[in-house]
């Protein structure tokens, strides 16, 4: 057979060679001649050729294996105006004599006879991946033109091997020691970021589903709200401590009712439920000046502090009281009522109830008979 090695410099073509005819069973015991091996290790066994006996292979013994490293010197690119010579020619017979020959070159166009082309049996190609000591080698039953080729390699049985470190020191390899690992930036950057996203990816979810420790509140400052929340859980006194004016002092100015004597009766039962009026211009008595725009009440007839915006979204669409029993609950309740000739107001008429109790200069546009009344002076 007529075997093509090709590959780059230090892509180990030629350790793999030696490897490959070494190991073969095929190539045991028969004579093994090379050329352009440099200080091959005596220990093999092999006869090494001179350049003019490397020309005169077609006479060397029948059932030979003849390696020729960097064969452009024996076999070399010819013009095609002239014919082959005879000991290329002579490439087409060489299995009438049972030889079996390896050609080791960088690459076949360019670099060889192109007569020798059509003869190619099997072509080894070898591509260290980084400059490590992994290889991959295509290895295609016939002359690859372009052996880098992405479709030509999906074409190629493909070996993923490893120099073997038992053949270093060998023989003479002038790149052998030289080349290094070289990883291209774009792709180790690419792997970097893969590795913290993952990493980011198992942290996030190691979070959300192991189960957070109950923390305690401080009942302190939180459960009796009274407090300053600027001050430190180290400033707050411990009630039983304060002396009988400090437990009449407010903790907010103005508001007596934060002292800390009140703390045990001023615990909220309720929260201010927002009923909202908008006046306009000219249903707005002159009386009503203080009361233009839109403004909210709690339940107990209290202005609220709600932004205009928010009121308006109240007055037009109503607001949802998280605290109210759905109205399958409440048509039971009111049934009870009216079974016992009772009526319950709802919590807007409360609201206006205790505002017109409160302020009764003022008016709900719900209440007309009101309105007329104050701009007649009744």
Not at 122 to 139: K, L, M, P, T, W
Not at 155 to 178: E, I, P, R
Request: glycine share 6%; proline share 8%.
């Amino acid at each position: 057979m007529l075997y093509q090695v090709t590959g780059t410099p230090g892509q180990g073509k030629t350790l793999n060679t030696i490897k490959f005819v070494n190991e073969s069973k095929q190539f045991k015991d028969r004579p093994i001649y090379y050329f352009g091996i440099k200080d091959l290790d005596e220990s093999f066994g092999w006869v090494e050729l001179t350049e003019e006996e490397a020309f005169k292979w077609p006479e060397l013994p029948s059932g030979s294996v003849i390696i020729f490293d960097e064969a452009y010197n024996i076999f070399p690119v010819r013009h095609a105006s002239k014919k082959p010579p005879e000991h290329v020619k002579k490439l087409a017979t060489h299995r009438h004599q049972g030889m079996d020959i390896i050609l080791i070159n960088q690459k076949i166009s360019g670099q060889v006879d192109p007569f020798i082309k059509g003869l190619i049996n099997e072509h080894h190609h070898y591509d260290r991946i980084f400059g490590s000591s992994a290889v991959n080698r295509f290895v295609w039953a016939r002359c690859c033109d372009n052996p880098n080729s992405p479709s030509e390699r999906k074409s190629a049985n493909t070996v993923l091997c490893k120099l073997d470190k038992t053949y270093f020191g060998k023989y003479h390899s002038a790149d052998q020691h030289t080349h290094t690992t070289q990883y291209p930036k774009g792709r180790i950057a690419l792997l970097l970021g893969a590795i913290v996203l993952c990493i980011s990816m198992v942290y996030y979810a190691y979070a959300q589903l192991s189960p957070q420790p109950p923390t305690a509140p401080n009942q302190q400052q939180f459960n009796d709200g009274f407090s300053d929340p600027a001050s430190s859980p180290t400033d707050v006194k411990d009630p039983s401590k304060l002396t009988y004016a400090e437990s009449y002092t407010p903790e907010i100015d103005g508001m007596p009712w934060t002292a800390p004597v009140y703390k045990d009766v001023m615990q909220p039962v309720t929260y201010p439920k927002p009923n909202c009026v908008k006046w306009s211009e000219h249903e707005r008595p002159e009386s009503t000046d203080k009361m233009k725009g839109c403004h909210c009440f709690s339940q107990q007839g209290t202005r609220m502090n709600v932004n205009e915006t928010l009121c308006k979204a109240i007055v037009a669409g109503g607001f949802f009281d998280v605290t109210r029993p759905d109205p399958d609950q409440e048509s039971q309740e009111g049934y009870m009522r009216v079974s016992r000739g009772e009526s319950e107001p709802s919590q807007g008429q409360l609201a206006a109830q205790e505002y017109r109790r409160r302020h009764p200069q003022t008016f709900f546009l719900n209440d007309r008979t009101r309105y007329r009344n104050l701009k007649s002076g009744q």
